[in-house]
T-cell receptor, first 118, second 110 residues
Framework: DTAVSQTPKYLVTQMGNDKSIKCEQN?????MYWYKQDSKKFLKIMFS???????INETVPNRFSPKSPDKAHLNLHINSLELGDSAVYFC?????????????????FGPGTRLTVL | QKEVEQDPGPLSVPEGAIVSLNCTYS??????FMWYRQYSRKGPELLMY????GNKEDGRFTAQVDKSSKYISLFIRDSQPSDSATYLC??????????FGQGTRLTINP
């Protein structure tokens, strides 16, 4: 059973297109996250949601819009894709509301979605 | 200056060697320190979690935190080829946000 799953695994698209990445977790966790990992392996948080409510919104272009239809899903929609958006996008989830200490806040990561913008 | 600095490597050692991976940080507000392991084309997975200064051991892995020097380490004893991965340090600040180092790419040669 996959704990945190993402679709698609690979996404190749042209500049200017709009695309979505889906994430689902079956762990019963309350908090979900989106991270971006660039070509140099830097992993940086973009958003986090707790019980469908936005908690963390880092300095991310407005072209990126997360949507949480329910606690188990957090999708990422990207408008007007740019070359610099090429990266691996990871979804993660945790039981607690982020990191206040304790292993209940351990984040479990999905396998990643490799986005290539041409 | 990045909040968390980590040498990206790559680091290549023979099987059985002791591996030392390190991170330094600048934000004294960081309270919790983690090491994640990321295999190629996979998501990161939590390896070790520490709170206070000192050592924490789990099997062949030892995590060390020195808050006074703002320095954390991960030691791997009796390294195995299956330990080949990228190791990312991560730290928590009060805003419920994990801050990651760049990751060190490690290869253990049989």
């Amino acid at each position: 059973d996959t704990a945190v799953s993402q679709t698609p695994k690979y996404l190749v698209t042209q500049m200017g297109n709009d695309k979505s990445i889906k994430c689902e977790q079956n762990l019963g966790h309350d908090t979900m996250y989106w991270y971006k990992q660039d070509s140099k392996k830097f992993l940086k948080i973009m958003f986090s949601y707790n019980n469908k409510e936005l908690i963390i919104n880092e300095t991310v272009p407005n072209r990126f819009s997360p949507k949480s239809p329910d606690k188990a899903h957090l999708n990422l929609h990207i408008n007007s894709l740019e070359l610099g958006d090429s990266a691996v996008y990871f979804c993660a989830s945790s039981q607690g509301q982020g990191i206040a200490g304790g292993l209940t806040d351990t984040q479990y990561f999905g396998p990643g979605t490799r986005l290539t913008v041409l | 200056q990045k909040e968390v600095e980590q040498d990206p490597g790559p680091l290549s050692v023979p099987e059985g060697a002791i591996v030392s991976l390190n991170c330094t940080y600048s934000n004294s507000a960081f309270q919790y320190f983690m090491w994640y392991r990321q295999y190629s084309r996979k998501g990161p997975e939590l390896l070790m979690y520490t709170y206070s200064s000192g050592n924490k051991e789990d099997g062949r892995f030892t995590a060390q935190v020195d808050k006074s020097s703002k320095y954390i380490s991960l030691f791997i004893r009796d390294s195995q080829p299956s330990d080949s991965a990228t190791y990312l340090c991560a730290m928590v600040q009060g805003a419920q946000k994990l801050v990651f180092g760049q990751g060190t790419r490690l290869t253990i040669n049989p």
